[in-house]
Structures are given as C-alpha cells and as structure tokens.
C-alpha cells in the first residue's frame, strides 16, 4: 500500500475494531479460554505414533532405545492433552465457577484414565487392519492398509476420540474426528459405537452419526450414511437415539442409507448399493433395489480428438446431466 | 545414486530441459506471474482469525491489547493481498498491457474495497453459526462449531472468496475455495451467491454451481448437486446462468440434486433424498422420491469372526455390490 | 501433571511397553524399514514443480537460471525418491534377503527408468489441461485449471504413481494416490491405465478400481464409481482384471455406478447421473436412467427469520429425511 492510503487504513481497521465491541458469538476474546487445534492435531499425530509404533517414526527424539523413546512421547502427549482437556471442561456449564485445583484434578483423573484405554484401543485396531487386508483384494501387505488407508487412519483416530468422549470430554473428540474428516472424506462422530474388525473401503463421503451402534466384523463402502431421520427438532433431541444399531457381520454397499434410532440390520445381513432403509432387515437378509430402468438411445455423440465435443445431440428433457 | 550413473543422469537432465523448449500450457516459466497458492492459504486462515477474534489464536504476533494485535495482522493481510490481487489481475486480458502503477493503483482500489466488506461478512457469519446451533442436535455448543463444523469453514471462506469475485478478482477467489474444497469436500463456486442462516452437515460430496442463487435460511445436507444440466456447450456457455436459484426456507436433504439455470425451487419446500429434480417447484412443496422397491432375502451369508467371510452365496445377477 | 501422579504415570508407561511386545502387525518396531509417508509427500509436491515448471515455484532453491534449478531439483527428488524405492523393494518377498549392493543396483535402474517418463507423463497431462478447460464454462483461464483443479492434481499425481506401478515399485504408488486423495477426495488405485484428454470435474467422490482401463477423452464427474461387482473373495480376487473398460470419448456423470471386470463402456457412449450399470454398453449408447417417480405435496413447512423451523410438520412414513 502506498502513503496516501495510510488514513484510510486506519478507517478501516478503526471501523472493525468497532464491529468487534457487539456482543457476538463469533467475537469471544478471551484468547487462551478455547482448546487449540493445532495442539489437538500434534496429539493425534503422536498418539498414531504410540498406537503403530515403528510405523510412524518419531523423528524429534532420537532415541534408539525404544523404551525411553516411547517414555518421552507418552509423557509429552500426556501433559498436552491433560492441557487441553483442562481448558475442554471449562465449557461444560456445571464447570464454568470451578476452581482452578479441581479443574487440574478433573483433567489429571480423565487423561490418566483415558491412557489405560490404549492398549484396548491397539486390540480393536489390530482387528481392523486385519478386516481390511481380508476385505480387499487391492491391499499388497498389512503395511500398505497402515501407512496409506484412510479408512483405517479415521477408524483409529475414531476410536482415540471415542474414548474421550465416554469420558465425557467437550470439543476434543469432536475436533479430532472432524480433522480425520478433513483428511479422508469419512465423517463418524465420536459418540457413535463401533465393534472390532471393521472395514471402510475408499471411505468418501461415509456419514456415521452420534447415537449409532455397530458390531463386529462390519464392512461398510463410500458415500454409506448411517444416520438419522429427521423429526425436525434441532437440539430438543439432544440425547436421544436418532441413529440405527448394526449387528455383527453386516456388509452395507457404496451409496446406501440406514437411517433412524429404531432401525435395527440383523445380524449377516447385506446392503446392496443404493438402498435406502429406515425401517430395521431381519438377520441373515440381502436386501438390494430392484434394477433400475434404464433408457438406452444410439447418438450421435462424438468429440473431436481434441476433447472438444461437437454438439449435434438434440435437446431431450429425458436426458439429465450434471455438470 | 552411485558415480557411475552420474552421466545417465545428466542424459536425463538434458532431455527433460529440452522438452520445457516446447511451448505448452504447463510450462510457463514466467516465475513470478502467478499468484501464489500457499500465499492465499495464509491470507486465508489469517482472514478466520480477523471474521472469529480469539476463536484463532494469533501466535505470531503476542500483543496483549486487541487493537494492536488486529491491527497488525490486519495490515499484514491487506499488505499480501494486495500484493496476489495485483498478480493477478494481469491475468485479466484487458490488464495485459497496463502499467506498473495503474496495476498497483487498481489492486489497491479493490484491496480497500474488500475490507470494507469483513463488518458484512462477519454479520452473515454470525447467523450460520446461529443456523448450524439450531440445526444440529449433535452439536455441543456455538464454539464446538466454531472450532470443528467443516461446514461453517466453508462457507466462512466462501463468503471471503465470494466478495473477491464480486470485485472481478481472476483465481484468487477460486484458489480460496478450492483449498476449503480440498479440507472439507464441499465444492461451491465462490460465484454463488448465499443468504443468511446457510447450514450444511457433515458436507462431503455438497456441490453449488457458479451461477446459483440461495436465499437465507437455506440447509443442505451431505451428497446435494446444486448444478447444471448439460447443454455440452463447454467455454460457450461462460457467464449465462446456468445453475438454479433456491428460495428461502428450503430445506434439501442428502443426496439430491438440483439441476437446470431456470430450475427455481420455491420458499418453504422440502426436497427429499435423492430426489433428481430437472425443474422448478412451486413454494411450500414437499417434493420426495417414492418408495424404492426393495427385493429382501434370506441368505446363508456368514463370516467367521476373523473376518473372513465364507463364500456360499449362490452368484445371483440381481445381486449388485461395490467393491 | 502434578508430582503426585509420578508413579501412576510409571506404571501406564511400563503397561504400554508391555503391551508392545507381543508380536502384532501394528507393533514392527524395526523403525527404518518402512517407506517415509512424509518423505514421498515432498516428492510428490517437488514433481508437481517438475512436471509444471514456473507455476509451483521453488523457493528453497533461489536460481535465476532455470536449468541449475531444475538440475538441483531434479537431482534432489532423484536421491529421495530413489532412496524410499530401495526401502519399500523390501517389502517384495522375493527381496527379503537380497543383500544391499543388489537392493540399491535396482533401486537406482527403476529410479532411472522412472525419471525417462517424465516428458510422457508431461504430454499426457498437457492433454489434460486442455480437456478441462473446453469441458468447463466456469473455467477462468488454463492458469485456474492448473493452480486449483482438483482433478487436474489428482490425474497428475496418479500419471505419476501409475508410471512407478508398472515399475512394480510397491506402497510408494498407493501412499502417493491416498495423498492426492486425502486432498481431493477422489480414489483412483495407482494401478488404473488412463488415456489422454481426461478430465474429472468437481471430483469428490470419485473412485477408480485398480484393474480399470480408460481410453482417451473420457470425462468423469463426481460421485462415479469404476468399481468390482463383489465376488466377496477378498484376497482371492488379487490380480483378477475386477474393474470395467471405459472406451475413448465416454462421458460417465455424477454419481453414476460402472462395476465388474467384464463391463466395457463402448466408445462414444454417455453414462446418465446415477445409472447403475453391471454389464457391458455398445458404442454411440446413452444410458440414463427412467425419470423418477416422485411425490408432491404441499406442506406448512416454516420456518421463522432466526432459522428455527416450526415443526407443525404431520409425521409421514413416506418422508425420510437424512440428518
């Protein structure tokens, strides 16, 4: 900006500084009262570290012993989760008077309790890598499903942030799983309940939401939504069970909904691409859609080499294509 | 590599030197005529922290006093803002010939233009946060959708892109939507233009067309195509409209698309999942698909708890699934 | 943490060592014996500068001259790359014991081999800039197509990985295709041949099996799939051709379905939105899908100017709402 700017510069900054006095949701100035995503996103990434270890290598601690390698990345996630989780619970309303000692002796119980869950959090994942290598023809190695899949990155990072989550931590699991959701496409959230062995192929677009229950051994493709029906209540139905429950060995295709909290998929069920079900599928049941009708024309439909498509197709309200 | 392969290399090195001669669009090797992509990244997440004071925590700059803290990363926007705009508008064929000061002079005018908008953009803001709180049952609090709703993140970033478009900015507008594209999985164009109270949930897979119009209190769930219906004209139909307008007070739910520049959806209507709707709807219409018909049977279809699934389903040509 | 919780945080420590030690597909603690994700991501990012000269510039290699920037940036993907392919050699099991002089002589022959595509891969995704810019009005210039098409990315890195594919390079194609998808949202396996003028317009969505073949001026919109009909025989399956042939100048629009190893898509051909297609189409064929059957009815649906609806909608079985 040249000088002669510099007056109006300040017009503008003067005038935003005003805007910022309204009392508005999206001001909130109290700077360090938020839980820091950034943070948040550095836990996961070493928490990853601590549930493959070896797979994801530590590159900050050079330490060739792995026991005093693990020792500092447990201690330094621990201290800034138990930092995070700290500030977290300000947000629950019965916290907002607390002292500052109960507050650090809440955080210390949760985050010490949330770390005895890891070893059954690597159980549930030994399982899910061993689901997707069963599942997919295209997977080489075990050590192809670990260090590329997205759908094992964001069932792992799901079941870290589920368990914060039943220990009733605010804003953390659901900062966690949205950024495994920025990463892959595959949207579940913290509260939803998933079994051992579980297999999400190509993931894109997959919705599971908060209330659902999922068992073992369950397959589910891209663009799947286990979600709810809507009764149009917003937050009046906080709490309650607005998503289906899926028994064990069920297999949901690409494309299909399973929707409301009083669907139930028995158990070796299969869900065939595209169906839409709000009401609960006896066990052992393959349900699909009837085929499609379908339209087939000759046309004249040509592109030149070039990839430029010559237009000789006539109109025809039939036809619909998105561009 | 090993020395001996030293000249192998230099081979290759050659060939690929020689094969930039060409004069192809992927080349361009006019270094520092392109705006800059990770430049506009910064600017971007620097503008969330001006439109959501103290939700971003600004760590660069540790000022204590608000104003001083806002000023400065105010001034550092503008400054490298305005160094992209004025980048870019050379891409304007028009601009081709200007002028070293003209150019300054005209990505100034639209640099200051542009800030004048963030009191309005911050006021639209304000009501999607409002929208998704209300539309939510699964939310927490107006901060979890803050610091963790991808839908709110886009349409933040697009409501920044969209006022750029509007100052007929060439890609810089484009680039900022693409990178909330590339986070989130919503594709709008930051041509469309968006009311107040504007709510998507879990968003992957939303599209919204260049030349869509939306009125306020509009929500869109995961899966919806607001597009065009191909006339396959390509660069021919450039600036005509050709996606549609949707009224306030619509709700369209996950899946559906929304298709045709004359296709008008009317204040007050719901459109169902999946709904494929080619052409308007008058206000206050339920519009949904009927049921699908379903074929359910029973099957033998078992997996061993390893997640082997045995195979003794007949082959059944109605069956469809997905890999 | 405080002082007092020192022993509890000792004894968690010493569990989750424990827990490491049984042998367990996510344990391998043999820390340098797996590809570095990170490491192929910066080869990914520097080829993207190679493959497109002057757009991505290079700032850590600060020469006026192109040919000593492009030889030190050539050179130094040629070492890394060349590194993480004599790494992930390894994981063939007919490598397992080969000895280091023979890993690093075809390490560094397939690195070489790659390096002499790289005008092939240059010329093919020249053909690709082209195709977007005549399939899409809402294209600004060839300069938006290569600085924020999301497609554009993803084709480009999978002519890349696909290039190491068929050098039977294993984890290092996949990891490369999961970043572009991590970034874009479309799945194309490293192992689909794809011709020239290929253009994927919005993206998100899309998934491309591994044994695919795509001729040239193919066009692909978001939400398609080019899948398996499920055999359900898992690993079984590996190597079986599982994915359909899409001939020259097919156009395939959203969210439509192509699935099974025998389905061939004849040239010319148009694939409607949504169609379900398992078995093969003859050239000059479009394909859509009958129009739907949907309902109509006039609702009190309302909501007030805050955004909250009222819900004096009747419940209504054959309303199905996804939230």
Redesign the interface.
């Known amino acids: ?2 000088d002669g ?1 510099e007056e ?2 300040r017009n ?2 003067g ?3 005003e ?2 006095k309204d009392d ?9 009262d ?4 950034e943070v948040i996103v550095d836990i996961l990434d070493k928490m990853l570290k ?6 994801f ?1 530590e590159k900050t601690y050079r330490f060739y012993n ?2 005093s390698r ?2 500092v990345l ?2 330094d996630v ?2 800034n989760l ?1 930092k995070q989780i700290a500030i977290a619970l300000r ?1 629950l309303p019965e916290n907002q008077n607390a002292n500052e000692d109960e507050m ?1 002796e809440k955080a ?1 119980k949760i ?2 309790e949330f ?2 869950k ?2 059954l959090i ?1 159980e549930y ?3 899910d ?3 997707a ?12 499903i ?5 759908g094992l990155y964001t069932i792992t990072i799901n079941r870290i942030a589920h368990e914060l989550f039943k220990l009733s931590v ?2 953390i699991p ?2 966690m799983t ?1 950024h495994a ?5 595959i ?1 579940i ?1 913290p ?1 939803a309940t998933i079994g051992k ?1 579980f ?1 999400m ?5 997959i ?1 599971v ?2 209330t659902t229950i999922i068992g ?2 369950v397959k589910v ?3 799947v ?1 286990i ?12 709490g ?1 069970k ?1 998503h289906p429950t899926i028994e064990d ?1 069920v ?1 949901i ?3 299909a ?1 399973v ?1 409301g909290g009083e669907t139930v998929i028995g158990r ?3 869900i ?5 079900i ?1 009401s609960s ?2 066990p ?20 030149e ?5 010559i ?1 000789d ?1 006539e ?1 025809d309200e ?6």
């Open positions: 900006m040249r700017r109006e510069i503008i900054v005038e935003l500084l805007d910022y508005r949701t999206i001001n909130q100035i109290e700077l360090f938020q839980p820091d995503t601590i549930v493959f270890p070896g797979f290598r792995l026991n693990l020792t447990l201690e621990m201290f138990n947000q650090a210390e985050t010490l770390f005895k890891i070893p690597r994942t030994e399982t890598v061993q689901a290598f069963d599942g997919d023809p295209a997977a080489f190695n075990r050590n192809e670990i260090l590329s899949y997205p605010p804003l659901r900062i949205e959701h920025s990463q892959t496409g949207d959230h509260g062995y297999f192929d190509h993931g894109t677009g919705v939401g908060e073992d051994n493709y891209q663009g939504t979600g709810a029906l809507s009764t149009r209540g917003g937050q009046k139905l906080k309650v607005r060995n297999t295709y690409s494309g909904s929707l070796n069920s299969v065939g691409s595209n169906a839409f709000t599928i006896a052992e049941t393959r349900v699909s859609i009837k085929n499609q009708e379908l339209n087939y024309k000759t046309g004249k439909n040509k592109k080499a070039s990839g430029i498509e237009t197709l109109q039939s036809w619909f294509y998105i561009i």
